[in-house]
T-cell receptor, first 115, second 110 residues
Framework: DVKVTQSSRYLVKRTGEKVFLECVQDMDHENMFWYRQDPGLGLRLIYFSYDVKMKEKGDIPEGYSVSREKKERFSLILESASTNQTSMYLC??????????????FGPGTRLTVT | LAKTTQPISMDSYEGQEVNITCSHNNIATNDYITWYQQFPSQGPRFIIQGYKTKVTNEVASLFIPADRKSSTLSLPRVSLSDTAVYYCPAYYYNTDKLIFGTGTRLQVFP
C-alpha cells in the first residue's frame, strides 16, 4: 500500500514562528502536493512539485514556501506563521501516468493552530 | 479551465441509495473522472474513476453519460459509516493537478 506520512497530527505555534511541515511518501512518486483545508472553502492547493528541487505555485501560495531535496520528502514552510494560517494541512503524492487516469494518495493531515 | 460543480450537502437514511451528481465543465477528451471520499480527521481517499458509461467497484458505482459533461456517484444501501465528504475534482492534464473544491457533505441518519 502507498503510504504518505506527515510529521505531526497536531501542532500549535505562535505568531511569527517559522513552521516546518514534513511529508514523506514511500512509493517513489514523482509528484507531491500540499493543500490546506478550511470549513466552507474545501481543499485548496498551496504548492506542488514534479521532481526533486522542482516546485510550482498552486492557488494560494502566499505566505508559504516549499522544499524538495529528496524525492520522497516534501516540506511546507511557513516563514512567519500568522493566525490566518490556522488550518488543516494535507500532503499528497502521485505518479504521472501519461493518461487521464490518475490518483493522488493523501496523508492523514496536520492540524496547525497559530496563536 | 476545467471546473466541477456538485451539491454542497445531502442527507439520507440507512439502507437508501444515494446518488451524487457532479457537472464537469470543460472536461478534456483524455481526462478520466475520479471521485474521492473523506472522513473526518482523515485525508481524502480515491474511491472510483471512469471514462465513460458505468464503472462499479466494491465501494460505489459511477455513471458517466456519453457527452461526459456530468457524472453520478451511486452509493447503494448507505450505512452510517458512509457519512463523509465526497469530491469530484477537476483534473488538469498537463500539470497533474486536481482542483477539489468544497465537495458534497453526505450525512446518513439511522
Amino acid at each position: 500500500d502507498v503510504k504518505v506520512t506527515q510529521s505531526s497530527r497536531y501542532l500549535v505555534k505562535r505568531t511569527g514562528e517559522k513552521v516546518f511541515l514534513e511529508c514523506v511518501q514511500d512509493m517513489d512518486h514523482e509528484n507531491m502536493f500540499w493543500y490546506r483545508q478550511d470549513p466552507g472553502l474545501g481543499l485548496r492547493l498551496i504548492y506542488f512539485s514534479y521532481d526533486v528541487k522542482m516546485k510550482e505555485k498552486g492557488d494560494i501560495p502566499e505566505g508559504y514556501s516549499v522544499s524538495r531535496e529528496k524525492k520522497e520528502r516534501f516540506s511546507l514552510i511557513l516563514e512567519s506563521a500568522s493566525t490566518n494560517q490556522t488550518s488543516m494541512y494535507l500532503c499528497a503524492s502521485s505518479q504521472p501516468t501519461g493518461t487521464g487516469a490518475y490518483e493522488q494518495y493523501f496523508g492523514p493531515g496536520t492540524r496547525l493552530t497559530v496563536t | 479551465l476545467a471546473k466541477t460543480t456538485q451539491p454542497i450537502s445531502m442527507d439520507s437514511y440507512e439502507g437508501q441509495e444515494v446518488n451524487i451528481t457532479c457537472s464537469h465543465n470543460n472536461i478534456a477528451t483524455n481526462d478520466y473522472i475520479t471521485w474521492y471520499q473523506q472522513f473526518p480527521s482523515q485525508g481524502p481517499r480515491f474511491i472510483i474513476q471512469g471514462y465513460k458509461t458505468k464503472v462499479t467497484n466494491e465501494v460505489a458505482s459511477l455513471f458517466i453519460p456519453a457527452d461526459r459533461k456530468s457524472s453520478t456517484l451511486s452509493l447503494p444501501r448507505v450505512s452510517l459509516s458512509d457519512t463523509a465528504v465526497y469530491y469530484c475534482p477537476a483534473y488538469y492534464y498537463n500539470t497533474d493537478k486536481l482542483i477539489f473544491g468544497t465537495g458534497t457533505r453526505l450525512q446518513v441518519f439511522p
